[in-house]
């Protein structure tokens, strides 16, 4: 009986031997402890994406107020809005729109900008373009080109011109192409000036984009990101 617990006990001690003098293994990655963060994948390092750079650059905490809008390869532009009492107000700030206040009546983002200055960047949009709304608060939301318009003004420097569809030949009084781009369910218009044989104002630009999914929320400034 002593003889078989002798045998075990020396077993166990040399168990226990092995094991103290076993490698321990090789732990670099420190566990994080804290409460929820975003991380990048071991060995990769975080980068955001264009639009989330932009957005940083442009918020300013005002929740529902537009504040730049982003179409990858075409714009990035800062987005003033307009004074209450200036209806026809547009700056004239480089790299900026400015929104139209009146289509806001109408659940229509509207962004105005001189075709020198620029509104010389909406020629860029193209159908099928990814656009994309940041708010004063982060806040994101998709919309792709659908359309795009350009008419001719028959009396170029009034805004109660008659104008000139240039695919159809189609002559529309301004209220009727205010309906076309102003109204209608939710959509984001682009409004610009084509100038031709030295007139600024000889035609309009009109580029309409349709809401993509649903408004991004902004990012929770609980969450953080390692790099």
Known sequence: MKSIWRRTFTLLLAGLLLLA?????QVEAIPVTGGPVVFAEEGVESVASPL?????????????????????????LRVEQQPETRPMYISAAPDTAT???YATFTNVIG?????HVSGAQFFNLNFGQ??????????????????ILRYQALQPA???????????????????LYDRVYRGEHHLTFQTCIEQGGV??????????TPLGELIPALDPGLDVLN
């Open 21 to 25: 003098l076993s490698p321990a293994p």
């Open 130 to 147: 990814e656009v994309w709304i940041v708010y004063g608060d982060g806040a994101k939301q998709g919309y792709l080109v659908a359309n």
């Open 111 to 115: 962004l105005l900008a001189h075709n």
């Open 200 to 209: 600024a104002t000889w035609g309009r630009l009109f580029v309409i984009a």
């Open 52 to 76: 989330d750079e932009f957005a940083l650059g442009v918020k300013d905490g005002a929740a529902g107020v537009v504040r730049g809008v982003y179409a990858p390869g075409a714009l990035a």
């Open 158 to 176: 009034s805004t109660r011109s008659q104008f000139l569809d240039l695919d159809t030949g189609e002559v529309v009084s301004s209220a009727q």
């Open 99 to 101: 929104q139209f206040r």
